[in-house]
T-cell receptor
Framework: GENVEQHPSTLSVQEGDSAVIKCTYSDSASNYFPWYKQELGKGPQLIIDIRSNVGEKKDQRIAVTLNKTAKHFSLHITETQPEDSAVYFCAARSNTGNQFYFGTGTSLTVIP | DGGITQSPKYLFRKEGQNVTLSCEQNLNHDAMYWYRQDPGQGLRLIYYSQIVNDFQKGDIAEGYSVSREKKESFPLTVTSAQKNPTAFYLC??????????FGSGTRLTVV
């Protein structure tokens, strides 16, 4: 089955700096890659996603890039703010489309 | 507003006791899922259901059971066979080929 690896597990940045989180996947048939933000004690919230027919997608301060050949995708957050502090999960959908496989999460801390 | 509701938010289980976690959605989503989240680990799939009256085991189904009698509801029972049930449990739903909408989670603790 699919295996998703996520790095780093923790990340601290100064407010205003950029943050980058990287994920790799193993199943070349995976075709949908969402990113989720989880605040303490809450469920994950979808923040951005990308499909395999697109190389990059941007939404204000958040962007995601996908390299299908290398089987990796990344989340980029620019001009970070303290409210960006949370755990971020990447995911890949299996080729059957039935379920997602998640990375182990990145705890992002933005230092004011 | 449409959404997915999990209850209770906190649940305490005694040794040898079965407990049931509730998950209800009014998003008209066909598929529903249960995940377990432990500190420092990713989300691990327990069970999922794509249509009413049908469900499949995920990666860690042992010690858990589910039912899907209604489209809106997908309760999870943590049985006494689950030896390490203390965790944060997340329910999610989705349309076909769409992303997940998650509930706010239930934190289960064994006392």
């Amino acid at each position: 089955g699919e295996n998703v690896e996520q790095h780093p597990s923790t990340l601290s940045v100064q407010e205003g700096d950029s943050a980058v989180i990287k994920c790799t996947y193993s199943d070349s048939a995976s075709n949908y890659f969402p990113w989720y933000k989880q605040e303490l004690g809450k469920g994950p919230q979808l923040i951005i996603d990308i499909r395999s027919n697109v190389g990059e997608k941007k939404d204000q301060r958040i962007a995601v890039t996908l390299n299908k050949t290398a089987k990796h995708f990344s989340l980029h957050i620019t001009e970070t703010q303290p409210e960006d502090s949370a755990v971020y999960f990447c995911a890949a959908r299996s080729n059957t489309g039935n379920q997602f496989y998640f990375g182990t999460g990145t705890s992002l801390t933005v230092i004011p | 507003d449409g959404g997915i509701t999990q209850s209770p938010k906190y649940l305490f289980r005694k040794e040898g006791q079965n407990v049931t976690l509730s998950c209800e959605q009014n998003l008209n989503h066909d598929a529903m899922y249960w995940y377990r989240q432990d500190p420092g680990q990713g989300l691990r799939l327990i069970y999922y259901s794509q249509i009413v009256n049908d469900f499949q085991k995920g990666d860690i189904a042992e010690g858990y059971s589910v039912s899907r009698e209604k489209k809106e509801s997908f309760p999870l029972t943590v049985t006494s066979a689950q030896k390490n049930p203390t965790a944060f449990y997340l329910c999610a739903s989705s349309i076909s080929l769409g992303g997940y909408t998650f509930g706010s989670g239930t934190r289960l603790t064994v006392v």
